[in-house]
Nanobody, 115 residues
């Protein structure tokens, strides 16, 4: 069982930046593919960005050029750097880790973009 803890959310003005981190309890975290999802009120959960165990990244069109996902396997963490934030980025952000048939989710962290 892998435990994921997200932190770094909060309230930010439009155009601002936030840095989310996902910390894992598993020392084998480097073998996991990791993704950030988000869910806004009344909407379905959507993929924001992902990084494979080999370091390849993928982004939703809505965040390309603004968000950057990266991983530090030595620290068992994955980070989502979010720049040029927009009100429509407001959501609960979740970290997910996959390895084979196993899938783990964090509890989520709230990001609110508002003036």
């Amino acid at each position: 069982q892998v435990q994921l803890v997200e932190f770094g959310g909060g309230l930010v003005q439009p155009g601002g930046s936030l840095r989310l981190s996902c910390a894992a309890s598993d020392a084998l975290f480097s073998f996991y593919a990791v993704a950030w999802y988000r869910q806004a009120p009344g909407k379905q959960r959507e993929l924001v960005a992902s990084v494979t165990n080999g370091g390849s990244t993928n982004y939703a069109d809505s965040v390309k050029g603004r968000f950057t996902i990266s991983r530090d396997n030595a620290k068992n963490t994955v980070t989502l750097q979010m720049n040029s934030l927009k009100p429509e980025d407001t959501a609960v952000y979740y970290c997910k880790a996959d390895r084979g048939p196993f899938q783990y989710w964090g509890q989520g962290t709230q990001v609110t973009v508002s003036s």
